[in-house]
């Protein structure tokens, strides 16, 4: 459509190598500071590269509590085990994302006075979905699932999604998206706010097609991705990716009008 200035927008916003899948991430940021822990419910310890107010900490515990119920509620199964929750100044360069997860920990960036902004609710039911993956699901996901799904799942809470808003309602660059060049192996590469929305407009579709039920029991699955999806849907991702397209076109037309 606008190849220039979309080549320019990614390149302005995709400064580093990292990207939240990435191996070596944990470890890196881990290494960037001193970590103090300075609060702990007994399941999740808050932890932190500096002092932070006694309230600002009890603050990210209790929306710890409340994400985890959602997102328990949402897979209908709960997280096991103790969380560790890591407020960062400053994530490796080229991070970037507002967050990153594992199994057993969750990166997220903070403001100056370290205590929750209105989004970060948000942004930490997005990285439960991440730890909940990472504890239950064997097989290893692509970026395009992993960042749809804990987007899709996030954006629930705001309304988008099957029922809702269209994911892509307020994203503003979208007019500049080249469809020839939307791929699922090559979405990492994009700025992460657009990428993450894209994805989560294909899990949209994924679940509207197919039902809850039968996205979670992908779940179950080993082996390669493509090979489960396949078993799973019975059709492969290219068909998905051709018909993430479509709906991404549809949206462009929608606002550029007839
Ligand atoms: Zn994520």
Same mark, same amino acid.
């Given at each position: 459509m606008r190849p220039a200035l979309f080549a320019l927008l990614v390149l302005a916003g995709c400064a580093g190598p990292w990207n939240p899948l990435d191996d070596g991430l944990e470890a890196k940021t881990l290494r960037t500071e001193r970590w103090v822990r300075v609060d702990d419910d007994g399941t999740t310890a808050i932890l932190a590269p500096r002092s932070v107010r006694g309230d600002v900490a009890s603050s990210w515990l209790s929306l710890m509590r409340d994400a985890r119920r959602d997102v328990a509620e949402w897979f209908g199964e709960p997280l096991s085990g103790r969380l560790n929750v890591h407020l960062v100044d400053r994530f490796p $360069?080229?991070? $970037?994302?507002d967050g990153f997860s594992n199994a057993e920990r969750l990166f997220v960036r903070c403001n100056p006075d370290a205590a929750p902004k209105a989004a970060d609710r948000d942004l930490i039911a997005h990285e439960i979905v991440h730890v909940f993956l990472a504890q239950r699901w064997k097989i290893k996901r692509p970026y395009w699932f992993e960042e749809g799904l804990a987007t899709y799942i996030e954006g629930e809470r705001l309304g988008y999604g099957v029922g809702g808003k269209s994911l892509s309602a307020d994203v503003v660059a979208l007019d500049m998206v080249d469809l020839s060049m939307l791929r699922f192996d090559t979405l990492h590469t994009w700025p992460p706010r657009l990428s993450y929305r894209l994805a989560a407009v294909a899990v949209a579709a994924v679940l509207e097609k197919w039902g809850k039920a039968r996205v979670l029991s992908l779940g179950t699955q080993t082996g390669s991705f493509e090979d489960a999806w396949a078993l799973t849907f019975g059709e492969t991702t290219k068909l998905l990716e051709e018909r993430w397209r479509d709906a991404v076109r549809l949206e462009q037309r929608r606002r550029t009008g007839p």
């Open positions: $360069e080229g991070f $970037e994302a």
